[in-house]
């Protein structure tokens, strides 16, 4: 991380990533792609994300998250950045001449061969079966449903780590702590995923925020009564009662959000909660 001199009320705090990995190349035209901007709007037209808006324009990297290129061979060709992941991604080109991007994991190099294949040498890069993984594997990358795609661990410096294999399930332990059962014929890549550092950015000014497309927050308390649960009161006032609300009166904190789905019943163990400060 570069750490920058308060030359400036913006710089002060500023924190910035070290991008010397990343290979001085423009990034391949045919899988770029352009995305509709909705500034949080679902498709009623209705916003149902708050406070998006904006924001530089920026191509999307159509990013392989499958394993439709099997037992092809492929070479690292560049690391590049990508604003629409957390991570960096790879360009791979395969022996048929074939481009695709996929997340970059840690270690990986230009000019180094990975592969994907129901069984392939466990080393970062590489793409295989989660029942073909040893345990104490760190994976990423991970499909849920048999052939779907990767579902899970993409974020920046995330990663899984196989805990035991057992029967057609192979046990992982999530970021999140939870222990969780994945069927093993499942495909999962090997290693962690690239740019850990991502989540020690500081943007220093509100600027940096508007040009990643969010827009201003306003607290509730400095609300007017009428636009907000909290709002109201003579100077800095409390919110006046017992639990926060969101605008609309629902209850804001210790509310149940997850709805039941049918792959609750493969959770072994339940993520651990975080303690308050």
């Not at 991380?1 to 070290?18: S, V």
């Not at 190349?25 to 998006?52: D, F, Q, Y």
């Not at 974020?155 to 999530?174: D, F, I, N, R």
Request: glycine share 12%.
């Amino acid at each position: 991380m570069k750490q920058y001199k308060p030359t400036t009320p913006g710089q002060r705090g500023m924190g910035k990533e070290d991008f010397s990995i990343l290979t001085k190349k423009k990034p391949e035209k045919n899988l770029l792609v352009s995305l509709k901007k909705n500034a949080g709007r679902g498709s009623s037209g209705r916003i149902s994300v708050r406070h998006k808006g904006g924001g530089a324009k920026k191509l999307y990297r159509i990013i392989d998250f499958g394993q439709k290129k099997l037992d092809i061979p492929a070479k690292v060709v560049s690391l590049e950045y990508s604003p629409y992941t957390t991570a960096f991604v790879m360009l791979l080109e395969y022996e048929d001449g074939e481009k695709r991007y996929r997340i970059l994991p840690q270690e990986i190099k230009v000019g180094d061969t990975v592969i994907c294949a129901d069984e392939a040498q466990i080393r970062p890069g590489n793409r295989t079966k989660l029942k073909n993984i040893p345990v104490g594997t760190m994976v990423y990358n991970i499909e849920l449903e048999p052939d779907k795609g990767g579902k899970m661990i993409k974020g920046a410096g995330t990663s899984a780590k196989v805990l035991a294999q057992e029967g057609e399930y192979t046990h992982l332990v999530l970021p999140s702590t939870e222990v969780r059962k994945v069927m093993a014929k499942c495909f999962a890549s090997i290693g962690v995923v690239s740019r850990p550092e991502h989540k020690y950015i500081k943007l220093g000014k509100a600027g940096k925020s508007r040009y990643r497309g969010i827009r201003p927050t306003v607290r509730g308390t400095a609300m007017n009564p009428c636009d907000h649960p909290h709002g109201g009161g003579e100077g800095r006032s409390s919110i006046g009662m017992p639990f926060p609300k969101t605008p609309w009166g629902k209850p804001a904190l210790g509310v149940k959000t997850r709805r039941k789905k049918w792959t609750d019943k493969l959770i072994i163990k339940r993520r651990k909660r975080k303690k308050r400060k």
